[in-house]
C-alpha cells in the first residue's frame, strides 16, 4: 500500500473541511442514478445527440444521472474532463466553467483522483467523438 505523505494528508484534510463548509456532504450514503456508464454509452449510440452549442442554449430534462469513481482529471482552460468508473465500465464527464457558472466551477478544486461523485447532464459527443 502506498503511503500518503503528510502534507497530501493534510491537504485532503482541508479540502473535506471545505466540503462540509459548503454545507456538501462529503460521505453521501446515496445518489440516485438513472443509468450506469454502459448504459448511458448505450443511450449515447443510440440516441440522436445534440451540439454542446445547443445544450447550452437551450437545456432540456434529457439528461442522465451517473455515479463513479474519478480515474482521470484533466483542465483545459474553461473546460474540464474526467472519466468516471463504475462497475459496468468508465465514462467521460465534462465541465464547461461558463456554463456551471464560477462558484461550480471552482469546488472542482476540491476533487481527487480516486473521489467517488454523481453527476447529471445531457450526453453529447466531444470533437473526437467520444460520449461524455
Known amino acids: 500500500m502506498e503511503k500518503i505523505s503528510s502534507n497530501e494528508y493534510q491537504v485532503r484534510l482541508q479540502k473535506l473541511k471545505q466540503l462540509r463548509e459548503m454545507g456538501i456532504i462529503p460521505y453521501a450514503d446515496r445518489f440516485e442514478r438513472t443509468h450506469t456508464s454502459k448504459e448511458a454509452l448505450v443511450k449515447g449510440e443510440k440516441d440522436t445527440l445534440r451540439e454542446v452549442e445547443a445544450i ?77
Not at 66 to 92: S, V
Open 56 to 132: 447550452v442554449a437551450s437545456p432540456n430534462k434529457n439528461s442522465v444521472s451517473l455515479a463513479g469513481r474519478i480515474m482521470t482529471f484533466r483542465e483545459h482552460g474553461k473546460l474540464t474532463f474526467a472519466h468516471i468508473q463504475d462497475f459496468t465500465g468508465k465514462i467521460q464527464i465534462c465541465w464547461m466553467k461558463d456554463w456551471v457558472g464560477e462558484k461550480h466551477y471552482d469546488f472542482l478544486k476540491n476533487l481527487d483522483v480516486g473521489d467517488f461523485i454523481g453527476v447529471a447532464g445531457e450526453l453529447f459527443k466531444t470533437r473526437h467523438g467520444e460520449i461524455t
